[in-house]
């Protein structure tokens, strides 16, 4: 794919579906970041109908189909409506500085297995669910999956757009608006699209970072879990390599020897990482 004056072009040479917001800036922005949604929406087709109603007073640069179908409302060097309040890396208010996707998908589910139900109803099959902890409280519940056609036209569209406005990171909603906001949810592989700022596969040579404060490690993705006591916290610019995402928890393999002790692995919040 490839982006012609801000909007996405097909590798045939055919543009994306363009259906225009009215709720945007008319700020230039230079994004930065690349900010990851899902809907919460019972289709594609309703989430874009309602995102170019203005009032709904919000919007995303792109929309994707569970069918891999992708619709462009903002241009992507415009101030989209999709972050709302919201700070990443020391950034308050990441509309000014990112491009937002957001992808078909119903998000958290109600009920239990054999009973899924989206919060509009209808009833969703076991093999949609993925049944994992909400990071807020660690609450386990039944998120809905996204499709393959779905995830690899996203990864196609985020290397694009990488590649075009040298991004520097991928995030998720749930990132830059804690306690706030779930989405792209558990179900969302965000790890192998972070990885696409790198310009790799998952498979490819190690991904280090470093942590940008002392930082507490702990057994499992969340505050409640238990730090390692030995090494928490792992002193400011400590070698990492990141395993897995859970939210805005990322499972880690400690590259450095931190109090004698080799062979760490555990969870760190991801506010206070950085590429190296």
């Known amino acids: 794919m490839k982006v012609k004056a801000h909007k996405l072009y097909r590798n045939d040479g055919s543009k994306v579906p363009f259906i225009r917001s009215p709720n945007q800036s008319s700020k230039i ?4 970041f690349l900010v990851m949604h899902y809907t919460a929406g019972a289709s594609a087709e309703s989430s874009i109908k309602w995102l170019t109603n203005k009032d709904a007073k919000a919007s995303a640069h792109l929309v994707i189909g569970r069918d891999a179908s992708i619709t462009q409302l903002v241009d992507f060097n415009r101030k989209a409506w999709h972050a709302g309040k919201s700070r990443w890396r020391g950034i308050s208010g990441l509309n000014s500085h990112s491009i937002g996707i957001e992808l078909d998908n119903p998000g958290i589910l109600q009920g239990s297995p054999g009973n899924w139900r989206t919060s509009w109803g209808r009833l969703t099959p076991d093999s949609d669910v993925l049944i994992k902890p909400r990071d807020s409280d660690n609450k386990m519940v039944g998120w809905h999956t996204y499709t393959e056609a779905q995830l690899d036209a996203a990864r196609e569209v985020a290397l694009t757009l990488v590649r075009h406005y040298d991004l520097e990171e991928i995030v998720g909603h749930e990132d830059i608006a804690p306690n706030r906001k779930t989405d792209p949810g558990a179900a969302f592989p965000m790890t192998s699209f ?18 940008t404060a002392a ?12 730090k ?23 499972k880690v393999d400690v590259i450095d020897i931190v109090n004698g002790e080799m062979d760490i ?3 760190v919040h991801g506010r206070y ?4």
């Not at 390692?228 to 928890?249: C, E, I, M």
């Open 29 to 32: 922005i230079r994004p930065r």
């Open 194 to 211: 972070q990885n696409l700022v790198a310009g790799r596969d998952d498979d490819d040579a190690e991904d280090l970072y470093e942590t």
């Open 215 to 226: 930082l507490n490690i702990r057994k499992g993705p969340g505050t409640e879990f238990d």
């Open 228 to 250: 390692f006591a030995d090494v928490s916290p792992l002193p400011k610019g400590t070698q990492l390599s990141v395993l897995d995402s859970q939210g805005v928890w990322r």
């Open 265 to 267: 692995v555990g969870w």
């Open 273 to 276: 990482i950085n590429r190296k």
